[in-house]
């Protein structure tokens, strides 16, 4: 290549010499010599096809399009799992369908693509730069900045709100360990488009492991799971309110929370956690007006809805950064057993 470069500076000169000699070259062209377009004669770009509504032919085409229209059924992966079903029976009841929680003939005629399953991702330096290993004591993540995605498998699925499994099917042969910038990927296009109806009052169903946010008249516009409490006394029951959004926040690490962790009796003192998706409540908090109890994220969004948190309502990192874009402080928030 570098040979190549230099032997044509090498032909360019002489090359423009003899053009020169050839032929006089053409005096400049002036703005007054351009002719102008008729005012009705003005060029416009030829608009890209509109999609056309396509019917669902596959499960991981249904959650994508489920978590577009804001039912969230857990990481995207392809299979009828039971947060999946769920999330499309609470679609069903939304559209005064039958509660089946199956792709039937009633659901495929209402549940319809709106655009493309799946899109490109290519990755940046910027991101690339943010993935770090993540400390696995609770002082070496407090001396940190900011508690990044450990490894850019676990960037993406995140960001495009998967499992990892389903990112290294749709792109086999991909060596993670050797990721560049420019390095582009086939990924889900579930992106939630944040309804413009105001959310009335949020519900957790605990027997369900559901969180659903609706409108002044009950209409679901936002469904996802939900982990709660392991013990049923730190589970709290009725009606609470929105205290406190906030986005990112840091976590204090308290040894007398967490007295099964051997390394909080030998610290003996309180840790702030930086901010990012690795932090104990991941990248948003919804604190509640009942002292130590709140709705975030987390840094383990397979285990949603599966385990049991020490006492607050635990979603998916994605989930949670939705559901911060519809709360306000004084929402009503029922907790139904």
Partial sequence: MLRFSIAVLLVLPVAFARAQTQAPAEPPLRAEDTPALPADETVVPEAAPAFEPQPITDWLAAQVELSRRGFSGGSLDGVRGLQSATALKAFQKNEGLKETGDLDRATKEVLKLTSPVLTEYVFTVLDLA??????????GKSELDALRHATALELVAERFRSNPKLILKLNPGLDWERILPGQSLVVPSAEPVIPAVKVARIHVYLAEHILQAVDETGRVL??????????????????????VVIPDPNYTFDPEVFPEVPEGKELGRKLI?????????GVAWIGLDRTGYGIHGTPDPEKVGRTESHGCFRLANWDARTLLQLAWVGMPVMVDE
Wanted: with cysteine; glycine share 4%.
């Fill in 130 to 139: 943010a993935v770090r290993p993540v400390p696995t004591t609770w002082l």
């Fill in 222 to 243: 936002f469904h996802c799971p939900v982990s709660i409490a392991r013990n049923v006394e730190k589970r709290p029951v009725g009606e609470l309110h929105v205290a």
């Fill in 273 to 281: 956690i930086p901010p990012g998706p690795n932090n104990p409540v």
